[in-house]
Nanobody, 116 residues
Framework: QVQLVESGGGLVQAGGSLRLSCAAS????????AAWYRQAPGKQRELVAA???????NYADSVKGRFTISRDNAKNTVYVQMNSLKPEDTATYYC??????????WGKGTLVTVSS
């Protein structure tokens, strides 16, 4: 059974930093691409950052230069380091891993709140 467990969310002041972690189990993590999405109240879920199995990354324009996605295949974990946080980064952050249409999994989310 595949499980993704996010951690690291919380309340932080604007300008602060957080690192989110997503620990995966029940799959061969190294072959999956991984990504972080977020959903703010009343808004659609949006891609924040993604990393391929080979380590290539891409970012939403809104977080470029502030967020860094990384992965540790030995620990079956994907991270996102979030710096210079803004109130508009407030959202529930979700981890996703993807290999095929049928091998696509989501975590339950972790809440990030940035106060002004």
């Amino acid at each position: 059974q595949v499980q993704l467990v996010e951690s690291g969310g919380g309340l932080v002041q604007a300008g602060g930093s957080l690192r989110l972690s997503c620990a995966a189990s029940g799959l061969i993590f190294s072959i999956y691409s991984a990504a972080w999405y977020r959903q703010a109240p009343g808004k659609q879920r949006e891609l924040v950052a993604a990393i391929t199995s080979g380590g290539s990354t891409n970012y939403a324009d809104s977080v470029k230069g502030r967020f860094t996605i990384s992965r540790d295949n030995a620990k079956n974990t994907v991270y996102v380091q979030m710096n210079s946080l803004k109130p508009e980064d407030t959202a529930t952050y979700y981890c996703n891993v993807h290999y095929t249409t049928w091998d696509d999994y989501w975590g339950k989310g972790t809440l990030v709140t940035v106060s002004s």
